[in-house]
């Protein structure tokens, strides 16, 4: 079956974000379950807790689901630079009451080990962000299986990821919550917007396209079909759902959340990420691209988000959003895709009527 097929096949073409921090196994259930596509956001586990995660929930659903992984460069910044990035940290430890951690050991789990352990767990969908795999990784996954989806942010992303053998694309809008998926030019330059981006991608490539950045309901579902995507992938539409695992100040923070509240950031983790803005956010924006890159900064920042989210304190935590969060609702994961896909088809019934297609 090519992917295309595969996504023809879902009840419901729409595919639940991977979400670290955010979503877990229970979202990515509960999603494949009702007949969209739940993805399994696998990024900050050991390469040897991969495995039994994908046994775990092929047991409890024999719907496909994606397993994703952000593919981390590896890090080996000095002492020194180390030190510095942590000085500039010590007043946000210190408001917390807490330490300045010592240096750590590892910034981030061993990508090639995770890439190896996911190509023996074989999910129906693997997918990437923040890099791309040589043609002879996807070639493996192609053997044991699996489809590939790379995320890009711009056309010249999207024909790299074509070039390796993707099955897909993941294109991500500037209008997208949590981190972005560039890696070929800066973030300005890679700031498309998700209407822009789809149809210029799909210009420009062979394979399916997955529309992800401020799809939030049923409307948002229609238009991208409309554009000539295979499915959609929402992310801040699940942020206040029965099965996030986001906690309760940060969905707090979006239930509250003024109009026009998100902000793109550097300095939580040393990449580029959409969340509302806080204190943290806009006190650290000067020295944002001081901050050491991805994953460096975001090691750093672990124990202070970690403890300001047990303190109740939403100002020095990553609070992922997109633009359009809100219009997040709460719910249980499956009944809010069977209900977007419901608004979906009213939509195109309107439109048909609208455009003259079908007769009133
Ligand atoms: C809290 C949060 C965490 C995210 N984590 C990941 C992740 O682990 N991997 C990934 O590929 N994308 C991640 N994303 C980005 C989503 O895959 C997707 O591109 C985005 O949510 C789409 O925009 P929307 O939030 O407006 O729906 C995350 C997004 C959010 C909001």
Not at 216 to 223: F, K
Request: aromatic share 6%.
């Amino acid at each position: 079956m090519s992917f295309s097929a595969l996504l023809d096949s879902l009840p419901i073409p729409i595919i639940q974000a991977p979400m670290v921090g955010a979503s877990f196994d229970a979202m990515t259930v509960a999603v494949s379950e009702a007949g969209g596509m739940g993805t399994f956001a696998a990024a900050t586990l050991a390469p040897d807790e991969i495995g039994p995660a994908i046994e775990a929930i092929r047991a409890r659903t024999a719907a496909p689901f994606g397993v994703n992984l952000l593919m981390a460069p590896p890090a080996s910044p000095t002492p020194a630079e180390v030190d510095a990035a942590l000085a500039r940290l010590a007043p946000w430890y210190a408001d917390l009451g807490i330490e300045v951690p010592e240096h750590p050991n590892r910034f981030s789990q061993d990508l090639g080990a995770q890439i190896e352990a996911l190509i023996r767990a074989a999910p129906t969908v693997a997918s990437f962000t923040f890099s791309i795999l040589t043609r002879a990784q996807v070639a493996a996954f192609h053997a044991a299986g699996s489809y590939v989806v790379g995320t890009a942010n711009t056309v010249g992303e999207a024909k790299a990821w074509a070039e390796v053998g993707a099955d897909g694309i993941c294109a991500q809008g500037f209008e997208a919550g949590g981190h972005h998926a560039y890696f070929l030019a800066d973030i300005e330059a890679s700031s498309v917007g998700t209407m822009a981006l789809v149809a210029t991608v799909l210009e420009a490539v062979d394979v399916p396209v997955i529309a992800a950045g401020g799809i939030m309901d049923g409307r948002g579902v229609a238009a991208a079909l409309a554009l000539g995507a295979g499915a959609v992938q929402m992310g801040s539409a699940f942020l206040l759902a029965d099965e996030a695992t986001n906690g309760n100040t940060w969905q707090k923070a979006l239930r509250e959340a003024p109009d026009d509240a998100t902000r793109l950031t550097r300095a939580f983790s040393g990449r580029y990420a959409r969340g509302l803005e806080n204190r943290f956010l806009r006190e650290m924006a000067a020295a944002q691209n001081e901050v050491p890159a991805y994953p460096v900064q975001n090691r750093l920042t672990q124990a202070m988000r970690a403890a300001a989210d047990k303190a109740g304190d939403p100002e020095m935590m990553s609070l992922w959003a997109g633009q359009a969060v809100t219009m997040a609702r709460p719910g249980a994961a499956g009944e809010m895709v069977r209900l977007w896909w419901a608004q979906a088809q009213q939509t195109a019934q309107a439109l048909a009527l609208r455009t003259g297609a079908v007769r009133r």
